[in-house]
């Protein structure tokens, strides 16, 4: 009954709307631009907050990073001292151990020292700049490495210092293009390391903001760490437009595993401390991939209000664009309105009559707008190929952000977009309703 | 016989400007069910003003008017609005059709307004449109139809809610002649049928075929008459 004059009015108000159709379709396009923005906007910032939650993931939730960092050149006085003397000590990594098993027992699931240092690896006349690191076997599950060839290093390679090491995807590709590397030997400065493994191909991870560099698992080189230390030793040298540098560094970083993401907050707070004391001049910090995610949370959750907001005045607009139709529309029918009234419209029929009409444009536009939503991905998939091919130059120079960027369409914003839709018709016809609900009847009847 | 409306010392006045217009002055007479009454007199004499009271689009300032025996001078909007829908049929000078709907469904109209509608009113106002001989133009827009067929179609919808009486607004005003003449015999015959019928108009030829003719000057009544 009630569904039966709902449909009534319903088919009423779409019999008026089409009685003006370039009129209803351009107040319609108003809608459908503002409501298609909110979607793609979001998708895009949903998209883009979606990789860098991804990168922070990758760094384990329940770690806690200290790296060592180079201090900024203070100029004279590192080419005086001839090395550098910075970063985490060996004996840091004893303190950290010490300090978090004396406050809260039993909530270390693994903690790793690792070392690393840019290096030649030559294999009779073949060479390649790889990273050595110096680690110990837990590296390879805390950074979702996996094997595959081969094995990874072992306590027994450590301890004691073994000449072996585990080459990545790309190393051992570049290094031995033809045979199989395992047990094959290759040269690092005056040392030869036999290979006992190949780690699969790994995704390079981005810079996370300014905290974390990216990084390329594929040109790496793991050995004991042990014997890091034993063969190359803490300093380095580097040759640098001319002149030489040496740093010396005990270890490159420590990463903490902890068993439980409660315990994170409470642990990163003892390991601030102790870094703060130990390294007051800022050449170590604290990593907390959690607090990234937190503040990545809300930085998506800023981002998405942003862009509501400027997505909403585009939907203000289109509102207006409705109110000034259903205004031309009340006043065009205000005898229309008078015969209504006379044979018995309450104000209020008068009233849902037009909500209806305007709720109608609205909603049409915002059905069309989802429907544009949808197109989102493939648009943005085809401008980019589009570019790429008119002008790679252009596309390099383009964010990687950008580049890689993939929309997702959130499913609250259709949600969103289609009660936003309904709200904006019921609100900017709500005036242009009851201007016509409060016409005199006798008037009305009376209008030319 | 049974009342269909009955209206006592009914009077409308209007400010303007800090001037009080007395409009009607204190008007009073009763029409029995089944009466065919024209309302005429000069204008000015106060004839739009009881038009607009007799079809409760207006409020009396003093004065009572009765439907049937229920008083309805000092209803509020919306119970007004419910008996024009419930209680009263339409005919306008200009026909004052929708234009956006076809010949049945502005027959139709009074009925969706009345609240409660009836699975079989769409036979029903079908049967009203071939009563008034438009049995074949049920899906016509009213700008397909002449003058005549129009005024035809709204006298077909002001008796769609069975009204208590049919109250009309110079219903041949703009038609010709002959037209006239055949409009004026569709109302004779739905009075025949015990339709009450109040029309409002200053044409003598009207005046000549109703039953009986109240005479208006200067917002009072000057006589009433039965032919």
Request: hydrophobic content about 45%; proline content about 4%.
């Amino acid at each position: 009954m009630i569904l039966k004059r709902f449909f009534q009015t319903l088919r009423l108000g779409v019999y008026s709307l089409l009685l003006h159709k370039l009129r209803s379709g351009l107040a319609v396009l108003g809608i459908l631009i503002g409501i298609t923005a909110v979607i793609w906007l979001v998708a895009m910032g949903e998209g883009v907050s979606y990789q860098a939650q991804q990168q922070i993931k990758d760094l384990g939730a329940t770690n806690i990073i200290v790296r060592s960092v180079r201090p900024a050149q203070q100029g004279s006085s590192a080419s005086s001292g001839l090395f550098l003397e910075y970063g985490l000590l060996r004996e840091d990594f004893d303190l950290i151990v010490s300090n978090i098993r004396r406050a809260t027992s039993d909530v270390l699931e693994q903690i790793v020292p690792l070392r690393e240092i840019k290096k030649e690896a030559r294999r009779h006349d073949l060479n390649l700049d790889v990273r050595v690191v110096g680690c110990t076997p837990e590296y390879l599950d805390l950074n979702h490495l996996t094997i595959d060839r081969g094995r990874f290093l072992t306590d027994s390679d450590n301890n004691p210092p073994e000449n072996v090491a585990v080459l990545a995807a790309e190393a051992a590709k570049s290094l031995f293009p033809l045979e199989n590397p395992i047990n094959q030997t290759i040269q690092i400065d005056a040392d030869f390391y036999r290979i006992v493994g190949v780690t699969e191909d790994r995704d390079p991870t981005a810079a996370i903001g300014g905290s974390l560099d990216s990084q390329d698992y594929n040109l790496d080189v793991y050995i004991p760490l042990a014997t890091l230390r034993a063969r190359i030793g803490d300093m380095i040298f580097t040759s640098r437009s001319g002149s030489r540098e040496g740093e010396i560094v005990q270890l490159s970083q420590i990463t903490i595993g902890l068993k439980d993401l409660t315990y994170v907050d409470a642990i990163s707070e003892i390991v601030r401390k102790i870094v703060l004391e130990k390294h007051p001049n800022k050449d170590v910090k604290v990593i907390v991939p959690k607090e990234l995610l937190r503040q990545a949370a809300l930085l998506r959750m800023m981002f998405n209000v942003l862009l509501i907001l400027i997505a909403g005045i585009s939907l203000v607009v289109g509102g207006i664009g409705i109110m000034n139709i259903m205004l031309a529309t009340v006043t065009e029918r205000t005898r229309e309105i008078g015969i209504r009234r006379a044979l018995g419209a309450k104000r209020r029929n008068v009233i849902a009559q037009f909500l209806v009409e305007s709720v109608v444009l609205t909603g049409i536009g915002g059905g069309l707008g989802v429907a544009f939503g949808f197109l989102c991905k493939p648009t943005i998939n085809f401008a980019r190929d589009l570019v790429m091919e008119i002008s790679p130059e252009t596309a390099n120079t383009l964010p990687t952000t950008i580049l890689e960027l993939q929309p997702i369409i959130a499913p609250w914003s259709i949600i969103a977009s289609l009660l936003i839709s309904v709200g904006v018709g019921l609100i900017f016809g709500m005036y242009p309703a009851y201007r016509a609900a409060n016409m005199d009847p006798i008037e009305a009847l009376r209008h030319e | 016989m049974s009342l269909a409306l009955r209206v006592e010392e009914l009077a409308k006045h209007y400010v303007l400007k800090s001037e009080t217009v007395r409009a009607l002055r204190g008007v009073s007479f009763d029409v029995p069910e089944g009466d065919y009454v024209a309302i005429m007199g000069p204008s000015g004499s106060g004839k739009s003003t009881l038009l607009n009271l007799l079809g409760c689009l207006d409020q009396p300032t003093s004065g009572n008017f009765f439907l049937r025996d229920v008083s309805i001078a000092q209803l509020n909007d919306n119970q007004r609005s419910e008996v024009r829908a419930a209680h009263i049929g339409f005919v306008f000078q200009s026909y004052n059709l929708i234009p956006q709907l076809t010949v049945v469904e502005n027959i139709e109209v009074p009925l969706y307004y009345q609240g409660n509608l009836a699975p079989d009113q769409r036979s029903y106002c079908k049967q009203l449109a071939e009563m008034v001989g438009l049995g074949d133009r049920l899906r016509h827009r009213p700008t397909q139809l002449s003058g005549g067929q129009q005024q035809r179609v709204a006298i077909a919808r002001s008796l769609a809610n069975n009204p208590y009486f049919i109250l009309a607004d110079e219903p041949t005003g703009n038609l010709d002649s002959a037209t006239t003449h055949d409009i004026l015999s569709l109302f004779e015959s739905l009075n025949e049928q015990g339709k009450t019928i109040v029309i409002v108009t200053h044409e003598d030829e009207v005046a000549s075929r109703v039953k009986r003719v109240i005479r208006l000057r200067d917002g009072e009544i000057d006589s009433d008459t039965r032919n």
